[in-house]
Structure formats: structure tokens, C-alpha cells
């Protein structure tokens, strides 16, 4: 019998449309906004440890799998 992935934590889908980048050339940017190029330079270079790493690379993999349509929708529903 198979197992039932994880839901994981729909805070996190929050958290990548409010939290802000807190160092470097976005320096107060939504994550949400980050250019996709900086994403992958995260991807090759490795993610920052903590919170921040964890939104980073979960944005990445929406991006990277054509998902960005969830965060749209769901910034839409928070308005």
C-alpha cells in the first residue's frame, strides 16, 4: 500500500508572497519578485541556511515547475 505524501505547510506559499529579502542586490524585495536568474544562482551556489534558504529554494521549484500561477492565485484570494 502506498503512502500519503506529506502536506507540508501552507504558511510557507504565504510567507514567499510577504517575507523580504534581507541582504544583497534585492535587498528589500518580496521574494516573490526575484528574477529567476538569481533563484538559479542560489540553486548552483547552495541555499542559505534557515527560513530564508527554505522560501528561496521552494520558490525556485514553483518557478522551476511552471507552478507560479499558485502564488498568483493565492496573492489574489489575500487582497
Given amino acids: 500500500m502506498a503512502e500519503e505524501a506529506p502536506l507540508g505547510n501552507p504558511q510557507v506559499l504565504v510567507d514567499l508572497l510577504t517575507y523580504q529579502m534581507p541582504f544583497g542586490k534585492y535587498k528589500g524585495q518580496r521574494l516573490r519578485e526575484l528574477p529567476m536568474a538569481y533563484l538559479e544562482w542560489f540553486a548552483q551556489k547552495g541555499f542559505p541556511p534557515g527560513k530564508l534558504g527554505t522560501l528561496l529554494q521552494t ?21
Avoid: P
Fill in 59 to 79: 520558490l525556485y521549484e514553483i518557478r522551476l515547475n511552471g507552478l507560479d500561477y499558485l502564488l498568483t492565485e493565492l496573492e489574489r484570494i489575500r487582497r
